[in-house]
């Protein structure tokens, strides 16, 4: 890992270097960059893989002002500048799609496409809203708590060993990411109106046991994205498909970049 000053912040990123198309993902919510080192291992070298924490999670700091999605995706812009990337593949897990997907409205251009999973353009429901700043209240109160991190990591991750080790790494983390971060998942806007003008080729993918996500948000993206490839799903997968079953997602992602790096 390694760190560079993006829009004003220091981001910590992995990148495997190499000549091949870039590849730019970005984690989850209370994950982070180490979310896709099965991706890292599988990709290269014939595309060139990069990781990111974005704001609050794992190696980049969240300094406490507030931010919005927009904001991480100046980040991720910053990231491709500093690196000296003109044009890349961008996308991740739920958050990470956030994020892709205002960078791909604000600078089209420097998006060879996007690879989505378990994600959506929709703003926080009331509901989650509720449920999401209870269980940040107790984060924030209680730390890492084994009540709380659990049924946590079973929803993200599903029942799979990893999420044991997730929540290790939680436990053992100088932050959790309850604070600014929390505040802009809480508050994304909605950009369902805006996704058409997002014309660059678009891979949709979600974990067919994903409780974090209903099955419609990717079909929403998949009616109003003009390049998206029907939403595959990812047989026994829960949030994070790319941690648990590598096995269907690296094939599925290494189809999608073989095509674009064909273009």
């Not at 980040?75 to 205002?102: E, K, N, P, T």
């Not at 991750?157 to 044991?164: K, N, R």
């Not at 939680?170 to 369902?192: F, M, Y």
Request: with cysteine.
């Amino acid at each position: 890992m390694a760190k560079l000053n993006s829009n004003g912040r220091m981001i910590e990123y992995s990148d495997t270097g190499g000549d091949g198309l870039p590849v730019i993902l970005a984690h989850g919510y209370f994950l982070d960059g180490e979310m896709f080192s099965e991706q890292a291992r599988a990709l290269p070298p014939q595309f060139r893989v990069i990781t990111w924490d974005a704001r609050g999670h794992g190696g980049t700091a969240d300094d406490g002002e507030p931010f919005t999605y927009w904001d991480s995706a100046r980040d991720l812009l910053g990231l491709m500048d500093a690196l000296g990337i003109d044009r890349a593949v961008c996308g991740g897990v739920s958050q990470g799609g956030f994020i892709s997907l205002r960078a791909a409205l604000l600078a089209p251009q420097r998006m060879a496409g996007l690879v989505l999973f378990d994600t959506e353009a929709q703003a926080c429901s009331p509901d989650d809203q509720q449920g999401y700043r209870q269980l940040f209240s107790a984060l924030a109160a209680a730390g890492p708590a084994d009540e709380l991190v659990i049924p946590l990591a079973r929803q993200i991750i599903g029942d799979h060993p990893a999420a044991a080790w997730w929540i290790g790494k939680w436990r053992a983390a100088k932050q959790l990411p309850v604070g600014a971060p929390a505040e802009c998942l809480i508050t994304r806007d909605d950009i369902v109106a805006r996704l058409a003008e997002i014309t660059c080729p678009v891979l949709l993918a979600r974990g067919s046991m994903d409780s974090s996500l209903p099955a419609s948000r990717l079909d929403t993206l998949h009616e109003h994205l003009p390049a998206a490839t029907p939403v595959h799903s990812i047989d026994g997968a829960w949030h994070s498909p790319p941690i648990t079953h590598p096995e269907a997602v690296n094939p599925l992602l290494l189809g999608f970049l073989s095509g674009l790096a064909l273009r």
